[in-house]
C-alpha cells in the first residue's frame, strides 16, 4: 500500500511538504523513520502533521526532536534518502542499514507522539504515520488536533517533566498563570484584541483556552471556520496579513483597535491595526523590537543598582528580510547587538540560545524570546519576573498563542498603546517579489543569504542597481519552500524600491 512516493519530496526547512495527495508514502515512512530516531535517542520524539499558511490542498510531516527544538540538520538528509526509497524494500534495507551505522541495540524501545492541524487530509495522512509507526513496533499517542508549538510543549514536557504537564492542558495552564502574575488584574486594564484565527487550529486552540484566560484578556476570535477545511487559509492568517499588507476577511477596520492573525499551525503571528484609515503592521521586527526594548529595561535596572552579578546579555536574531530600520533601531537605539541568520527557525533558535535573552524573530512573526535559566541568576533583582517571562514564552519554538500573550503582558506593563508601539520605528519601503527560473538550486548565497557566490553577474546586477538606490538595499535567494527565486528589496521610497526589485527580477527571469 505505501510503496512508492509518486515524486521525489526533499525534507526541507519545514519538515516534508507538498500536495497531500503525494504524501502518504512519505508521512507512513516518516513513522519508521521517527522510531529509528526515538530508538537511537532513548528519549520520545513528536511528529507534526501540518503544511502551515500553505493553501488547503497541502499537507507535510515534520519531526519533532526530544527537546522539544527541529530535527537536528545532519538527520534531515538520512530521513529524506529513507523516505524516498523507490520501493519498500529499498526503505527497509535503507533503514537497516542505518540502525546499524547509528549501532542501535535491538530490543530499544521507541515512542513517538503525534498530532495535526485541521486539513481534510489530516486524519488520513495521522493513519498512514501510524501504520508506520505500528510496523515499526513503537509505542505512540496520538493527540489529535494540536497546534505545532503545542506539539514541542507536549513532546518536550515528557523528557523533561520539571518544564511542565505533557497536555494541551498544562499547556493553558502554564502560559495563563504566567499571565495572570504578570499583568495588573483589572476589568478595566484588561486587553481587548480581535484574532484572526486563519479558520485552523489556531481557532480549535483559542476556543478551549477560553475559561482560562476569560478573565484576564479580552480575545474577539473571527475566521474561526476550522470545520471547513477548505477555508484554511483564505485570504485570512498572518502570511496573508503580512504579504498583502491589508486588513485579512472579517476584521472590520476600527480606530486603533489592536488585531492579529495566526498562521494555519499557530506558529506565527503578526499584530496590527487602523490608525486614521491606515493600515499599520507590527510584523515579526516590530514583536522583536517591542521584546527587546522591554528587557532592555531589566538590564539598565540592573546596572544601576549596581548588582554584583554581570548584567544579562542580551541579543536579537534576525535574517536579512528583517527591515533595516528595526535592526537600526535595535543596534542605534537599544544599543543592543544583532545577529543576522539565514532563513528558517532552527537557524534563528540556534544562535539566539548563547544570550541570557535570546530574542529571535523572522519578519514574518515566526518567533520567540528565549531565556537562560543559568544566567539569569537568583541574585538578580527581577529574577522572578524574568522567570515568569520564560514561562510564558515558549522556550522550545516561535508559538503564535504564547507571542500573544507576551505582547499584550508587555503593552500592560509599559502602558502603551498598539500606536505607540507601532511609532517606534518607522519601517523603510520594501518589496517581496518571487519569480520562476530554470533551476533555482544555482542560486548560492554566503554571509546569511545576503550576497550571492553564484551566479555572479546576478550579485553584480544588483550591486550596481544598489549603488544607484538612495537607502537601497536587496537580495536574491532560493525558496526552501516552493520552486522560486525570492528577491526582497527595500529604499528609500517605495517607487525606487519597486522599480529595484523589479528590475532585478527582469535581470534573472
Ligand atoms: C519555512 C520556515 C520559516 C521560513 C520559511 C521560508 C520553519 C519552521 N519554517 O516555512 O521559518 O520563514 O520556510 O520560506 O523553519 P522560503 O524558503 O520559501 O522563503
Ligand atoms: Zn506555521
Known sequence: MFDRPPKYIAYGTAGFRD???????????????????SRYLGKTVGVMITASHNPPEDNGAKIIDPLGDMLQESWESR???????????????????????????????????????????????????????????????????????????????????????????????????????????????????TVDCANGVGAVKLLEMMPYINDLAELNLVNVQYTDPDSLNVECGADYVKTNQHLPKNVQPEHDKLCCSLDGDADRIVFYLVHDGNFCLLDGDKIASL??????????????????????????????YANGSSTNYIKSDLHLPV???????????????????????????????????????????HSDVLNLYAELVNQTVGDAISDLFLVLAILETLNITAYDWFMQYVDLPNKLMKTRVKDRNVFKTTDAERRLVNPEDVQQKIDELVRNTPQGRCFVRASGTEDVVRVYAEAQTQESCDALAKEVCNYIA
Open 19 to 37: 500536495n497531500a495527495a503525494d504524501l502518504d508514502t512519505i508521512v507512513y515512512r516518516v513513522g519508521l523513520v521517527a522510531a529509528m530516531r
Open 79 to 193: 530521513v529524506a534518502e529513507i523516505c524516498n526509497a523507490q520501493t519498500d524494500s529499498e526503505c527497509v534495507d535503507l533503514l537497516k542499514k542505518s540502525y546499524l551505522e547509528l549501532k542501535i541495540p535491538d530490543g530499544q524501545v521507541s515512542n513517538v507522539v503525534y498530532g495535526r492541524d485541521t486539513r481534510a487530509s489530516g486524519p488520513r495522512l495521522a493513519e498512514a504515520l501510524q501504520a508506520g509507526l505500528l510496523r515499526a513496533e513503537s509505542s505512540s499517542t496520538d493527540f489529535g488536533l494540536v497546534t505545532t508549538p503545542q506539539l514541542h510543549y507536549i513532546t518536550r514536557c515528557i523528557n523533561d517533566p520539571t518544564f511542565g504537564e505533557p497536555t494541551v492542558d498544562g499547556y493553558f495552564k502554564k502560559i495563563s498563570s504566567a499571565f495572570s502574575k504578570l499583568t495588573p488584574r483589572s476589568p478595566l486594564t484588561r486587553s481587548s484584541v
Open 291 to 320: 521584546a527587546a526594548g522591554f528587557f532592555r529595561r531589566f538590564q539598565e535596572d540592573s546596572e544601576h543598582t549596581g548588582e554584583l552579578e554581570k548584567p544579562i546579555d542580551i541579543g536579537v536574531v534576525q535574517t536579512a
Open 339 to 381: 545577529d543576522c541568520t539565514k532563513t528558517g527557525v532552527k537557524h534563528l533558535h540556534h544562535v539566539a540560545q548563547k544570550y541570557g535573552i535570546g530574542i529571535y524573530f523572522e519578519a514574518n512573526g515566526h518567533g520567540t524570546v528565549l531565556f537562560n535559566q543559568d544566567r539569569i541568576s537568583d541574585n538578580h533583582v
